[in-house]
């Protein structure tokens, strides 16, 4: 094989690994409504089983860089898939439904492997092209994982069919990891290793400086409150269709899918937008075209403007998370960008936990209808802090003048 076709494939690999990085992300919120019923959970449960995957997937991603050095990256996916498809499996065999967050917790750290190891890869391999159809093609996965848990439910009876399907396959892909590792070879020599080490050791030496800077801080924050309303919105809405609204399951899970197609269409849209737009701009107007959609799902008019408000908002967020790591230099400064992605991403981990199981918090207390209501806040308060970062920004620039 020459090596113009081994770098096709190896691209293949990659985005295939992020398609299946995406699939668990969207069984869970068609499978929870069956799951909660088979382990007599309240509601609010959810958030201990998004607590246990986010710690996970916090712990892998923190010490991927000393993972990738020991094991390589293709060892490491191939041993992230394999925690994965055996978390996702162990989900079905389990009587006891507190070995559910344990077992997310292994769930999460093959997630969290799979993005930090192929992130950093793409990052020192390939251009910047392939890393926005990248995050594109976990928008396929986390598109295709309602289907086919819903089809699960629909003709075997069981989410544990599902879960068994995906699970399978994560096991198979690791497979194709260990057959295929000599395409993953890093071609860096010792003095660029070397180079790359000593840039490391200075940027942990500013991390306290990062820290304590503002706009710093607010960005992180930004990346908490985003991915917070992507994951509560994918969490929840067939939940809020089928027990709140009436609306039948099969439906639901159709609508929960076209969310997450058409969050993935954006993200094919944002690479092309990327050469026109400013990414500031494509956060701010992406963000308030996100606050229409969520309205119209909180006011709840009809049945169609509901549902059309959930295809918006997923078009709508999907170019905010490339687009916020895009412009993090503009809103931090170039000293601190490589100290705040990595906390930005942290964030975002977190949020992704934290906010959704608020959300399950709230509907267990007041009603499932409180979470559009959340869901609109967050846009609100979204806003809000990406104008005070610009309006901080803006100040420091004219004083620097």
Request: proline letters at 3%; a positive charge; one cysteine or more.
């Amino acid at each position: 094989m020459n090596k113009q076709k081994k770098k096709y494939l190896l691209i293949a690999l990659i985005y295939i690994a992020f398609i299946s990085l995406g699939l668990p992300d969207g069984l869970l919120g068609v499978a929870w409504p069956e799951m909660r019923s088979s382990f007599s959970l309240p509601l609010d449960a959810l958030g201990i089983i998004l607590i246990g995957s986010t710690t996970g997937y916090l712990l892998s991603s923190f010490f991927n860089g000393f993972f990738i050095k020991k094991i390589g990256v293709a060892v490491l996916l191939a041993l992230s898939c394999l925690a994965t498809g055996l978390a996702l499996i162990g989900y079905t065999l389990t009587p006891f439904w507190w070995l559910l967050p344990v077992l997310a917790v292994l769930a999460g750290m093959g997630a969290g492997a799979i993005d930090a190891g192929l992130n950093t890869y793409v990052e020192k391999n390939f251009n910047e092209g392939l890393m926005q159809w990248l995050h594109a093609s976990f928008g396929v996965g986390v598109t295709i994982g309602p289907i086919i848990m819903a089809n699960a439910i629909k003709y075997s009876d069981s989410w544990r069919t599902g879960y068994i399907i995906v699970g399978t396959a994560q096991i198979m892909l690791a497979l194709i990891f260990v057959l295929t590792l000599s395409l993953w070879k890093d071609s860096k020599n010792k003095k660029q290793a070397e180079g790359e080490k000593d840039k490391q050791k200075k940027r942990e030496e500013k991390m306290i400086d990062t820290l304590k800077h503002l706009p710093a801080l607010l960005s992180i924050l930004l990346f908490f409150i985003y991915t917070g309303i992507e994951m509560a919105i994918g969490h929840w809405t067939y939940t809020l269709f089928t027990e709140s609204r009436g609306i039948s399951t099969a439906l639901a899970g159709f609508w929960v899918s076209v969310y997450w197609g058409s969050f993935t269409i954006g993200r094919i849209l944002a690479g092309f937008l990327a050469y026109k737009f400013l990414s500031r701009k494509i956060t701010k107007y992406a963000a308030v075209l996100g606050l229409f959609g969520s309205i119209l799902i909180a006011v709840n008019l009809s049945q169609g403007l509901s549902l059309f408000g959930i295809a918006i908002t997923g078009l709508a967020i999907a170019p905010i998370f490339p687009a916020l790591i895009s412009s993090t230099s503009y809103r931090v400064g170039k000293e601190h960008t490589t100290n705040t992605i990595g906390m930005q991403i942290s964030a975002a981990g977190l949020g992704g936990a934290l906010l959704p199981g608020l959300a399950g918090v709230l509907a267990q207390n007041i009603s499932l209808e409180i979470i559009p209501i959340f869901i609109t806040i967050l846009f609100i308060l979204f806003l809000t802090i990406n104008n005070l970062i610009k309006k901080v920004t803006d100040q420091a620039a004219e004083k620097a003048a």
